[in-house]
């Protein structure tokens, strides 16, 4: 393998002096516990809560192992950990300072939390102890529940009282975390723990007894089950979810769908599942579920749901009334489901339930459809393959749709392995194809705008070093909401190609005030109102260029576009964190467009 340089590798930077400081420090023996969940990487933004164990991060455990990745906003510390958490299914670590920190990390712990991504959260408060909190700043940065602010939407949360204390409650956070259905955890860490001197070091347990459960497979029987009611059925379907990136998944994925003859769909809100090229697909995917995918549904006689994030609703929405086909639900979710938050959805009609994770029961039915046999007639008689979508590009002068953009990254990006990371919302599913589980990683499972900047610097994080370049397009909302997290991705030398579908709206719901305006016969031209951001317009280059990232743009024109493209993208190849900021036309895809508009209860 290539000598990396690293000079510029995260692991080459803010190397501290060595530590000759005598003495054990509660979050010395805390940061031992820490060190060994074996995790690269710790995302924070720093406080006084827990100096303690910043000061054991550096110079006990010399800021390797975890290294930490200074934010300039909390929500992108723990975007960073998510986007990373996409690529390696795995929690990264991020700290937050006290209540405040809390507070400015709530909408992406959330985000995180809709998205089944593990995060190993810590924060701190106190001192505990009123009569050791110094005056006035101790007190209103304590709080008498401060787990309380995200306990809804966290799989499990502490607030340790000692180091032994201390030690199980971090492994369990992170034992928990990465166990499916993954999600955050916190761990509290009082002040007065911290900083407390230790006599010795307290004995740490072996961290590879507390290490989370794999992924768990139905019985041999209910995988029979469920293969040979697919097998029987003459039009089978598969909803492809949550499911992993491992490329034998993929391979196990694509050979079911085979056996079976089932037609398959995929959720543009997640990450690959299926290639976009196999005749098998039965329609581009879609952030909402479009037209040619209803009428699948509507026409299949036995559903596989591969823990589908919206089975209720994607059911309804294709059947209107009773739902004719049987639906095999593969799902842990209802593992996490409480009564705070919606995120669980509406509650399908099941009619065999497989309480395992999606790549063990693919694998366990595909064990099974080999004992059972080939199908006697072939599935979906007369069905036809999709109809992708030919995009029209425009004159050279002229202005450029978001589609146009898609064509036009595509043709910068020929030849080289790319991830697209994220995609803004007014992209749709036949603009981008997918052959590789790492080709495109969803969403922000929350809806929580502002995190497409931290989930894409984490993921390029993931990807780093592996020859897969990291494109995100982002909507211009999204991008001025957390712009601050490029900062940490050019401090750090994480290369990154960020292109802004910069329409000068938060345009989404300029959709939502045309609709009003039309039902209420009032004039749909108010609808900019409270919406654009013009006068002045943003120059999003000069801002990603005050990060210290490398700016392009704006490109108004068509003609334009290639060049600059071209340009961004041997930028992006040499290394650098890129930006190019695109003026496009506003508009949406018209499936998203409807079904974004839609009246409530439709
Ligand atoms: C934190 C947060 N605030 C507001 C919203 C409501 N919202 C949904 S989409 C959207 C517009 C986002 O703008 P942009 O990223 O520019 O995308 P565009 O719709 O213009 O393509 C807004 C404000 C939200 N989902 N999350
Ligand atoms: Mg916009």
Known sequence: MKQRDLANEPQGLERPLPSEGTGTWGSDAIADVIRALDIPYVALNPGSSYRGLHDSLVNKLGNEKPQMLLCLHEESAVAIAHGWAKVTEKPMLAIVHANVGLMHATMAVYNAWCDRAPLVLLGANGPADAAKRRPWIDWIHTTRDNAGLIRNYIKWDDQPASI??????????????????????????????????????????????????????????????????????ERPLILMGRVSRSEAAWAERVKLAEALGAVVLTDLKLAAAFPTDHPLLGAPPGTFLGGPGAELIRQSDAILVLDWVDTAGTLKSAF??????????????????????????GLPPVDLQIMADTDPTVSAMNTALAKLGARKKAAWPGRKPVVWQQVAMGDAAGPIAVPMLAVAMQKALEGKTIALIRHPLSWAGHLWPVKHPLDFLGSDGGGGVGSGPGTSVGAALAVHGSGRLPVAILGDGDFMMGSSAFWTAVHYRVPLLVVVANNRSFYNDELHQERMARERGRPVEN??????????????????????????????R????????????????EGQVVVVDVRVEPGYDAASSAAITRAPGA
């Open 527 to 556: 609808k900019w109102i409270g919406q654009q951001m013009k006068d002045p317009e943003m120059d999003l280059a000069m801002i990603a260029r005050g990060l210290g990232a490398t700016g392009f743009g704006p490109v108004t």
């Open 558 to 573: 068509l003609g334009d576009l290639a060049g600059t493209l071209e340009k961004a993208v041997k930028a992006a190849s």
């Open 320 to 345: 209107k009334g009773d739902v004719g086909a049987t639906v095999i639900n593969v799902s842990l979710d209802q593992h996490l489901h409480n009564g705070w938050s919606m995120d669980y959805q």
């Open 164 to 233: 032994g204390a201390a030690h199980e409650s971090i492994l369990r956070a992170h034992k928990i975390a990465a166990t499916t259905p993954r999600g955050p955890t916190y761990v509290v860490l009082d002040v007065g723990l911290q900083e407390q001197k230790l006599d010795a070091p307290p004995p740490l347990p072996d961290a590879k007894r507390f290490l989370p459960a794999a992924p768990v497979g139905p019985t041999p029987d209910l995988a029979e089950q469920a293969a040979r009611r697919l097998l029987e059925a």
